[in-house]
């Protein structure tokens, strides 16, 4: 049984910084490469960040890179999104994914950034 289970969301003000977890079960994170996305308010999901199976390499979207890291703790099994700098264009539901199996999907994390 696959779970990908997101946390860390809330509510934070212009320049804060939050550090969202997924918890994953039934993949060994180490095996694939993992990927956060979010999901604004009328607005598609968009992928903000992933990293390979090794852990050896990033990608960041544009609008996050510099501000953002993703990095995944193998004896937890655990994915995390450290965020800082936080605008309030990053105000979105935020997901973790497998890229090796891309149809399982938690039920996300609200990151709210707002005065």
């Known amino acids: 049984q696959v779970q990908l289970v997101e946390s860390g969301g809330d509510l934070v003000m212009p320049g804060g910084s939050l550090r969202l977890s997924c918890a994953v079960s039934?993949?060994?994170?180490?095996?694939?490469?993992m990927s956060w996305y979010r999901q604004a308010p009328g607005k598609q999901r968009e992928l903000v960040a992933q990293?390979?199976?090794?852990?050896?390499?990033?990608y960041y979207s544009d609008s996050v890179k510099g501000r953002f890291s993703i990095s995944k703790d193998l004896a937890q099994n655990t994915v995390f999104l450290q965020m800082n700098s936080l605008k309030a264009e990053d105000t979105a539901v935020y997901y973790c994914?497998?890229?090796?199996?891309?149809?399982?999907w938690g039920q996300g994390t609200q990151v709210t950034v707002s005065s």
């Open positions: 990293i390979s199976s090794g852990g050896g390499n990033t």
């Open positions: 994914n497998s890229v090796r199996h891309p149809a399982y």
């Open positions: 039934g993949i060994i994170v180490s095996d694939s490469a």
